[in-house]
């Protein structure tokens, strides 16, 4: 897949996702899941976007067909123009090595690794990294590079994790649920790590959360509800991830 960075135009903003009449359903048997029901989105480069609901709402589903972990039953899912509803096996593996970071609520890092080369195991196989250091720099752990996951806290193993999706220099960092293992003191310190990396880097992030307050540091808020989007919200400003109240 030929994929490259676009710049933007005098037309507006870049548009790095879009999806039409997209549905997604699992079949268990005689039963069949909808999950998503017909989702329309853009997503547009270098926004902070907060996908916001209850459990089975659709938020997962409709990250993981975005980052290519999964894919749609029906309608369409482009990035950067290129369509990934027809997109093979291996340039789905090309697309989500390339171009996308990922950021889960478990950190899965290698427990007989240090932090930097947890982080190396992922520029080893990038076409643009970051340099390991640099990018535990961002998420300010230059200090604890040397550290083993056993060593660190879990808000700093999950800020390896954020280094480890980012140092391959994606276009689009997907993360679900980034602080639901955590507690809110330390949520708010991963919730800074991403937003310096949505503000330095440019790079557009999508955070799912069922945690209203999370909100308020976006740039646009799309709630979903039984596998539909039922508002959008622009916020007039971004709120710091110190100033939320969980």
């Known amino acids: 897949m030929d994929i490259t960075r676009l710049q933007n135009d005098s037309s507006g903003p870049r548009i790095v996702f879009r999806t039409r ?23 547009y480069a270098g926004e902070l976007v907060v996908l916001l609901g209850p459990s089975g709402s659709g938020k997962s589903t409709l990250l993981n067909i975005l980052g ?31 171009h996308v970071g ?17 982080v190396a195991v992922v520029t080893e196989i990038a076409n643009k990294p970051m340099k390991p250091e640099d990018a535990l720099a961002v998420v300010g752990l230059a200090d604890r590079q040397d550290h083993f996951p056993s060593q660190l806290s879990g808000g700093e193993q999950q800020r390896v994790a954020i ?19 955590l507690d809110s003191a330390t949520g708010v310190v991963v919730l800074e790590a991403l937003e310096r990396v949505n503000r330095e880097l440019g790079t557009t992030t999508v955070i799912i959360t069922h945690n209203v307050d999370i909100a308020g540091m976006a740039d646009r808020v799309v709630h979903l509800s039984n596998g539909l989007v039922t508002t959008i919200h622009k916020n007039t400003s971004r709120k710091s991830p110190a100033d939320l109240h969980w």
């Open 21 to 43: 009449c997209l549905t997604k359903v699992y079949e268990m048997g005689a039963l069949k899941v909808h999950a998503l029901r017909g989702i329309d989105l853009e997503f």
């Open 163 to 181: 280094a480890r999706a980012i140092s391959k220099n994606p276009d689009v960092l997907l993360c679900d649920e980034p602080t639901g293992a």
């Open 102 to 118: 990922f950021v889960f609520q478990f950190y899965n890092l290698i427990p007989s690794l240090t932090a930097i080369e947890n």
């Open 68 to 98: 290519g972990l999964d894919t749609a039953s029906g309608g369409q899912v482009t990035y950067l123009g290129k369509d990934l509803t027809r997109a093979g096996d291996r340039e789905l593996t090309e697309y989500r090595r390339y």
